[in-house]
């Protein structure tokens, strides 16, 4: 039997090269099982995307606390690095077509967020110690987590990406680059 973790990696591939879009018998070819066995795992395809974001998210949390533990890197630069952490195996994906969730699979679309509005205590963390540090201002944590939430909502609830010809990653470094530079002294 195929595990779910298995199908979960096949999962990305496609979605890296067909978008949302592809179908459950696109998927069953791709991993070379059948849709039976693919539902057997997870019933319905939103169920396999719910669990994809869970799946990418833990990814995201365990890059991060490789960041928090690796003592080679100054305040400023792990702060930026956790802002726009992305593991190594996700770099390529892309994630420009994300605004479609919102429409389509407004349950998924509802967890990303969730994601992205929850485990925010490490990047705290840093932001208070390059307080004490001298090399951040005085700014509001609470308000940088706002502004990188708000940034990067709008990534799925428009096509922003899409129109201006830039990856997920372009575009979350992008706005890391600007909030860094603003709350840096």
Same mark, same amino acid.
């Given at each position: 039997?195929?595990?779910? +973790?298995?199908?979960?990696?096949?999962?990305?591939?496609?979605?890296?090269?067909?978008?949302?879009?592809?179908?459950? /018998?696109?998927?069953?070819?791709?991993?070379?099982?059948?849709?039976?066995?693919?539902?057997?795992?997870?019933?319905?395809?939103?169920?396999?995307?719910?669990?994809?974001? /869970?799946?990418?998210?833990?990814?995201?949390?365990?890059? +991060?606390?490789?960041?928090?533990?690796?003592?080679?890197? /100054?305040?400023?630069t792990k702060v930026?690095?956790?802002?726009?952490?992305?593991?190594?195996?996700?770099?390529?994906?892309?994630?420009?077509?994300?605004?479609?969730l919102m429409k !389509?699979?407004?349950?998924?679309?509802?967890?990303?967020?969730?994601?992205?509005?929850?485990?925010?205590?490490?990047?705290?963390?840093?932001?208070?110690?390059?307080?004490?540090?001298?090399?951040? !201002?005085?700014?509001?944590?609470?308000?940088?987590?706002?502004?990188?939430?708000?940034?990067? +909502?709008?990534?799925?609830?428009? /096509?922003?990406?899409? !129109?201006?010809?830039?990856?997920?990653?372009?575009?979350?470094?992008?706005?890391?680059?600007?909030?860094?530079?603003?709350?840096?002294?």
């Amino acid at each position: 039997m195929i595990s779910k +973790e298995v199908v979960l990696e096949g999962t990305l591939d496609i979605y890296n090269r067909k978008g949302i879009k592809f179908t459950m /018998d696109e998927l069953s070819k791709e991993l070379k099982v059948s849709k039976k066995t693919i539902y057997y795992l997870f019933d319905t395809k939103e169920k396999l995307f719910l669990a994809l974001v /869970d799946y990418v998210f833990k990814a995201i949390k365990e890059s +991060e606390q490789k960041i928090m533990e690796d003592d080679s890197l /100054d305040t400023i630069t792990k702060v930026k690095k956790i802002m726009s952490v992305m593991p190594e195996r996700y770099q390529e994906i892309d994630f420009s077509t994300l605004h479609i969730l919102m429409k !389509r699979y407004p349950n998924i679309y509802k967890k990303v967020v969730f994601n992205l509005e929850t485990g925010w205590d490490a990047t705290f963390e840093l932001l208070e110690k390059g307080k004490k540090e001298g090399v951040i !201002r005085d700014v509001n944590s609470e308000l940088v987590k706002h502004m990188t939430e708000a940034s990067l +909502e709008q990534f799925f609830q428009k /096509d922003i990406l899409v !129109r201006n010809n830039i990856t997920y990653n372009q575009g979350l470094e992008e706005i890391v680059d600007i909030i860094i530079k603003g709350i840096s002294k």
